[in-house]
């Protein structure tokens, strides 16, 4: 999806993550800390609209728990909506999973 994103396939609303803000909302999942120093946190991270109007991170979550711990304020991001995922899915079976886990949500 990113590189669709920076080829200019795929149009992304453009948002900068206020990193101490984000986790008094969110998750703080688990990391491989063994990775971590490689983390690239200038590389923008991809959002997702999981259900109507809320978005988790589905590729960054290394980035941003690097930023944490260095105390960058900032990260760039990238926000798609549900219906820009769709053609992601891998199979008929996951995109009929997925529009009635979107549907159980409205």
């Known amino acids: 999806m990113l590189e669709h994103i920076t080829a200019g396939k795929l149009e992304a609303e453009i948002e900068l993550i206020k990193v101490s803000e984000w986790f008094k909302r969110h998750i703080r999942g688990s990391v ?8 690239d946190i200038t590389k923008p991270i991809l ?9 988790e991170i589905i590729d960054g979550n290394h980035r941003i728990e690097k930023a944490c711990r ?4 900032f990260l760039n991001s990238y ?4 219906e820009q995922l769709v053609a992601y899915f891998a199979d008929v079976r996951g995109y009929k999973a997925y529009v009635e886990y979107w ?3 409205l």
Do not use: M
């Open 47 to 55: 959002q997702a609209e999981i259900r109507p109007g809320v978005f």
């Open 70 to 73: 260095n105390d960058v304020e």
């Open 79 to 82: 926000k798609l909506k549900g």
């Open 32 to 39: 491989n800390e063994d990775h971590l120093p490689k983390v």
């Open 103 to 105: 549907n159980s949500k």
